[in-house]
């Protein structure tokens, strides 16, 4: 009998899990404009959240060209680096080229803050507050 009620529990539990995996969502970071220069991303998120955790962000970009520039994206380690646009601790998650074809994808593993920016041109578009953006997953209701 102990035996049926573990199993029960454990097909429960995996259900469970397979459904909340089935929720997380696959985002397009800027949507149809990708993540590019000259685009409010702090304004795309707060159109687009909540988030919540286990999500995917995919930053879309065009791979540099002998004419154009493309970004990388980098994830800031707390709000003061964040506001500030200081990126000595980011950490560099997706260099100019890995943003072409379906794009990078980073899940939103946790809940606590994501600090996304880019750092090119020495920080001009974080420091306009154009290229750069946070998200704070939240677990997913029942």
């Not at 149809?32 to 685009?39: K, L, N, Q, T, V």
């Not at 500030?84 to 997706?94: E, G, H, S, V, W």
């Not at 996304?116 to 290229?131: K, V």
Request: hydrophobic letters at 40%; a neutral charge; charged letters at 15%.
């Amino acid at each position: 009998m102990a035996l049926s009620y573990s199993v029960q529990g454990f097909i429960l539990l995996l259900t469970a899990s397979l459904l909340a995996v089935s929720e997380a969502n696959t985002i397009v970071v800027g949507g149809s404009e990708g993540w590019r220069f000259g685009f409010n991303y702090t304004d795309w998120a707060l159109q687009n959240s909540p988030f919540y955790i286990n999500d995917t962000l995919v930053f879309k970009y065009v791979p540099p060209s002998d004419t154009s520039f493309a970004p990388s994206v980098y994830l800031l380690p707390d709000l003061g680096s964040y506001i500030t646009c200081d990126f000595r601790r980011a950490k560099l998650l997706a260099n100019a080229t890995q943003g072409s074809g379906e794009g990078f994808e980073i899940v939103l593993k946790q809940w606590r803050p994501y600090y996304f920016a880019y750092s090119g041109h020495n920080g001009f578009h974080c420091s306009a507050g154009l290229m750069k953006f946070f998200a704070v997953p939240l677990p997913r209701g029942n």
